[in-house]
């Protein structure tokens, strides 16, 4: 499905991938999504942009030379005006500036930060690309799926209430909604109306020893079940089986260098 939603100031607008075995990584989603990969020149830094069906939906970059540290991992970027203005909203509201905004030839600027709670996020600010040319999109409830399109954003925080304010201070969240406020199951949305695109997860009673959290990105399925049995046939690993929700049925897992992302589809 061709991405019906107008962008908004805060709202999830790109992944990409950080992996240090760019080859393996396309030939896995490939494989998996039918993605196509179109790498770009040297001053890009051989940056990849995934395409579906010709839209583009995902980027990847290699792990840079002496880089032994970072994780396999897939980065969210929410959309700002002004790359610059948010990076220092953002450090002034507590957050770390991993990647301080930079310019990405005429396409956009980007930047990274570690959040409030410590979580990875991106900002894009829009140049010449806007971001995903194609999503799937949750509406009333239930996945309305266009298979290997990035449908559903999430953070998962041990630091709900201040990742709530610090999102909506920096990136204008003027509209969450509160889904649950239980003790045993904390949720919000980043939009009160579908398309919601996304949420937050108080994540404090799950989340591993030491670990911050962080988002996640759902990518639609037309059978959850099926693309798990891929992602193992392909190296891949499952992190949480398949498994059916009020919200259709998803499944966490992990690509073949050890990147963590999520799949998801109707019942």
Known sequence: MTNPHSTQTGDPCWVDLYTSDLDR???????????????????FGGYVTFRKDGLAVAGAMARMEGDTDSPEQWTVYLASPDAKAAAAAAAAAGASVVVPPMAVGELGTMAVLGDIGGAGIGIWQAGTFGGFETIGLVSGGQWRDHAGAPSWFELHTRAYDAALAFYRDVFGWSDAFTISDA????????HAQSPML???????AFLPEGSPGGWTVYFGADDVDKTVEQVVDLGGSVLSPAQDTPYGRMASIADSTGARFSVGGCI
């Open 198 to 204: 996304g949420g937050v997860m108080d994540a404090t």
């Open 183 to 190: 003790p045993e199951f904390r949720y919000t949305t980043i």
């Open 25 to 43: 990584s396309i030939a896995f989603y490939r494989e998996l999504f039918g993605w196509t990969a179109e790498r770009a020149g040297a001053e």
